[in-house]
């Protein structure tokens, strides 16, 4: 239950120096991260100290003022719009609330990211990706249901179906499991691991649930102002005796 | 920083505005005519902006047909011109009065319904979502909705000219009778291509006005929740606003142009 | 994808069905100016077009069958109008055809109106020129009648200067020695049968243009049917009829008197006696007057209605020849 052991070197995200700030609040500054293939790293900060900030940054949701961010060895800040695209395939993103599209169905938000990525002269069964993509989240057959109609944990699941879909070699949760109960939230990083396991996918968990950072971090990378003000894992900050960190434990 | 130093805050927060809106409708006219074409959710907003609101446009113009039929009378009869209010009456209300009602209803209903749609699925990060999937949500989503809007509001004013003429043959035979083929003839013989052709065009430009700001309301939306309901309620007022006074710029034009 | 397809096919139907609908209004709204027809260009010279413009309608008989294309000044006094004729109706116009410029409805929209003429002639060709009618203006019309008018009260006066001469019995004879008189008195009455024929047939051309009205025969008809216009000149038309025959009586009378007195001296005595035909005379003659004032202020409420403008034209037209010679013969 380690896999990030046999790849140990090799580097799947690399942030140097990353800065960003809105008006004159720097939310990064300066922060650095270095993920390897097959891990899980958490990033761990209270609300509104732009953990969510750093993953935009990573797929370019939002442009970073300074720094260098290299995914599987791309510079994501120096692409063209169809070689980002293309990267942004390689890149499950799990958003906050989800981001299911309200007004189509569960096949329908499965396809949607489908339409750009297909290569045109192969023939796929678009059928059959859907119902894997379902399968592997645990929620077959329900393709004709509305986001409306689901549960949140079941939304976050449909979530993840559907940034697996396209067979990302890069996830980015951003907070999983807010706002679900403790039961449902553990379901969900139970799902995280075994992405982790069966798609060998490499992970940054943006969180503040420790119950989520126990069970899925290999790593753990805490952000106050804006750096990484601590590194280690769970146990390893556990221990720890600073009071900015021991505030996350308390 | 240093310009607008001294203006007070509500004039700046409009010019930013005006100046956010015209680069807006830029960036629809640089991105929304390139391929990838988002066809099939063309069409589909098509059906939702146009067909959908068949039901609203037509109710309103029938009632404005009629309603302008009926208190044109009396002005027309003390002059002793009743045989003029089919013509009279097809005029203003082809000219003026249906398209400018049918844009405002429009208004209310699409413009409301395309800024909180978009507004939602911007705070609920649908956008950001389709935007890592690959696909431009500014084409998806912004580009086909005011692209329908343009092409339908005129088809839905054309119609609504069509129910409002025949809610105008129903007020002109509430006092006296009028054959369907001596009104339709009356109608006829007094419009014009200069009364039709502007009023087409010019919906063609509400169209426009109504589609890009809900559109950019709700695409500049923040603050959660409790701005949607203010990106939508944004997108009737200052499309309303916009809609007058492409009026009255129209009614300018086309007395320039010799066409009224 | 079941609704998909529908939901395609009920915008597919509202789409065609509006552009169809547009496309129909468009050529019914077209058709009338021509647009969709082949047209065949002829021209006619006006000296005044009163303010035609290219896109006005043309009539023949009442029907509109083409536009005017274009109005060029050729000379201080002519104005060339170039006329688009839909080629479906070109073939009645022959070159007797005769046209003239008038009004449509009452906002002044002018109109050339072409009307067959006479006599039948040959079919007019491509680019040949109309025979045109020169416009009467209404104002015209409108002096000519009241000339009539002032004069018809003119000689009512004279007869009543007569009749009252007649009536005082100290001046009978020094009337009586006066040769003149009885000249003066058939002169008096051919003037006022003249007039009263004239006065006659504009009150027939009243009465017709009324029973026009009242048939609502164009915009104008419909106009005029409830306004106050229409009692208006129904009155006109009232008094006129009744002035003329009034002048006729007096004229009879008149008549029969000169014949009395141009008939022996034997005969003076019994008229001179039959005070019964004086005040008969005289009573005629003030009915008259009032039957002329009441003329006279029908016409100038006539006169302010700048509606009638065609009818005038038209009605008045021919008598107004005959008008002016008699009532400038007259002053």
Redesign the interface.
Known sequence: MNPMAENRNETVIEIRNLEKSFGENHVLAGFNLVVNKGENVVVLGRSGTGKSVLIKCIVRLLDPHAGTIHVLGTNMLDLKQEELDNMRAKIGFLFQSSALYDSMTVQENLEFPLRRHLKRNVKYDIAKMVDDALLSVGLKGTQKMSPAELSGGMRKRIGIARTLILNPEVMLYDEPTTGLDPVTGREINHLMLEVQEKFRTSSIIISHDMNCVRMTANRVVVLIEGKNYAEGTYDDLKKSQDKNIKQFFD | MTLGEGISKPIKTFFIEAGELSQFAIRFFREGFRPPYEFQELLRQSYEIGYRSIPLVSFTAFIMGLVITIQSHPALEVFGAESWLPSIVSVSLVREITPVITALICAGKIGSSIGAEIGSMKVTEQIDAMEVSGTNPFKYLVATRVLSTTIMLPLLVIFGDMIALYGGFLGVNIRGVTTFDLYTTQVFNKLTFGDVLPSIIKSIFFGFVIGLVGSFKGYTTSNGTEGVGRSANAAVVISSFIVFIVDLLAAQISDILHLL | MET?TN??L??GI??VV??L??AI??Y???G??SMFNSTVTINAVFKNVNGLMSGNNVRFGGIEIGTVSKVTIISDTAIQAELNIEKSSFGHITSTSIASIGTDG?MGNKIVNIAPGKKSGLPLKEGQFLLVLPNIELDNALRTLNKTNDNLELITDDVKVITSRFSAKNTLWSLLMDTAVAENVKQTVLDIRSSGGNARKISNGLSEMIVNVNKGKG?LG??????SLYLNLNKAAMDIRLSSRKAEKIAEDLGAMSDKLAHGEGSIGAMLEDTLLVRHIDESVIDFKRGAANFDSSMEALKHNYFLRKYFKKKDQKNKKNKTDDSGSKN
């Open positions: 998909k939901n395609r009920k915008l509202f789409v509006t552009t609908l547009f209004a468009l019914k709204i077209g009338k100016r009452l915009t419909s106009l005029i049917r409830d306004s």
